[in-house]
């Protein structure tokens, strides 16, 4: 149990687009979803905190406007990158949990590549 | 398929004391490990991250090491506080880059 998906795994796409990328959890309900970045050869940060029905909550440094995310269901979170530029490239990962104070399950992640 | 253990699962020390995580991985094949620090409802904090090539990483009161043949790793607290009572968690990111997490270990530090 507990497993959470990411889709997709890898996406290319142009400077100047955006794109979502869906984090599921999917055989448990998620109150919580982190999301995290990982540039190469660095060590993974967290984004921002998400609670299902509410805003959420972005770590310092994090443009809201830039990273949209959107947690509509006790299954789903997802963030869409908008206007993307080649300095957005990354490995973005996300975790869900039960409870807030429950442990993480995490995605797989997801490559992005801006052209 | 990479498995990731992790050994204690929980530990409770008194202030001051030295200690140890054990974190070990079944396939050597690894492009990085991380050790990660989960505050309760809070996202997981990065500690240290050891490329496959490196052999310890060091910061403040923390040094990582990592054995890529014995498939093992240490996390390495030196002068344990109360304010180091967290789970510690590692993860190991495989050549195809998907993440592998251990369960964690729970340690609590006795004032």
């Known amino acids: 149990g507990a497993v959470v998906s990411q889709h997709p795994s890898r996406v290319i796409c142009k400077s100047g687009t955006s794109v979502k990328i869906e984090c599921r959890s999917l055989d448990f309900q998620a109150t919580t979803m982190f999301w995290y970045r990982q540039f190469p050869k660095q060590s993974l940060m967290l984004m921002a905190t998400s609670n299902e029905g509410s805003k959420a909550t972005y770590e310092q440094g994090v443009e809201k406007d830039k990273f949209l995310i959107n947690h509509a269901s006790l299954t789903l979170s997802t963030l869409t990158v908008t206007s993307a530029h080649p300095e957005d490239s990354s490995f973005y990962i996300c975790s869900a949990t039960k409870a807030i104070t429950d442990t993480q399950y995490f995605g797989p992640g997801t490559r992005l590549t801006v052209l | 398929k990479q498995e990731v253990t992790q050994i204690p699962a929980a530990l409770s020390v008194p202030e001051g004391e030295n200690l140890v995580l054990n974190c070990s991985f079944t396939d050597s094949a690894i492009y990085n490990l991380q050790w990660f620090r989960q505050d309760p409802g809070k996202g997981l904090t990065s500690l240290l991250l050891?490329?496959?090539?490196?052999r310890e990483q060091t910061s403040g009161r923390l040094n990582a090491s990592l054995d890529k043949s014995s498939g093992r790793s240490t996390l390495y607290i030196a002068a344990s506080q109360p304010g180091d009572s967290a789970t510690y968690l590692c993860?190991?990111?495989?050549?195809?880059?998907?993440?592998?997490f251990g369960p964690g270990t729970r340690l609590s530090v006795l004032p």
């Open positions: 050891i490329q496959s090539s490196q």
């Open positions: 993860a190991v990111r495989n050549e195809g880059q998907n993440f592998v």
